[in-house]
């Protein structure tokens, strides 16, 4: 396995850690909805996973704006596909926060790394 995939897996590891626990702690801390849990665990790992990932997994310069702002755009995607997730697997499956994490936990990071290689990070 290349070293960088392995550095991405390392932080988007961490950051999936922050996210989950942090939608799971606010869920069961406070009267929300599991769409505001989840927004809460997503926004607790988008800066943890920018620097992580700019400086560890792609060596790059964290100074530079379009390199920041395609980030902010991959994660807003990231927030719309984790959110329709959690919609999909509690509001129309009828399973638990805790499935629908589970499913956001694989296929989000996933779909990142190949976004984040291929370009917000390409000049890296």
């Known amino acids: 396995m290349p070293a960088r995939l392995l550095r991405f897996a390392g932080i988007g ?13 606010v869920a069961a801390a406070l009267p929300v909805s599991a769409q505001m849990a989840n927004v809460a665990g997503f926004g607790a790992a988008v800066t943890f996973s920018y620097l992580g990932h700019a400086r560890v997994t792609f060596g790059a310069d964290l100074r530079s704006g379009r390199q920041f702002l395609r980030f902010v755009a991959l ?4 927030l719309l596909a984790s959110s329709g997730t959690v919609w999909l ?8 926060l805790a499935v629908a994490m589970a499913v956001v936990a694989v296929a989000v990071p996933l779909a990142s ?4 290689r291929i370009w917000v990070f390409r000049a890296a």
């Open 13 to 25: 590891g961490i950051a999936t850690l922050v996210h989950v626990l942090t939608a799971l702690g």
């Open 75 to 78: 994660a807003v995607l990231g």
């Open 89 to 96: 697997v509690t509001a129309r499956l009828g399973l638990g």
């Open 113 to 116: 790394y190949l976004a984040m």
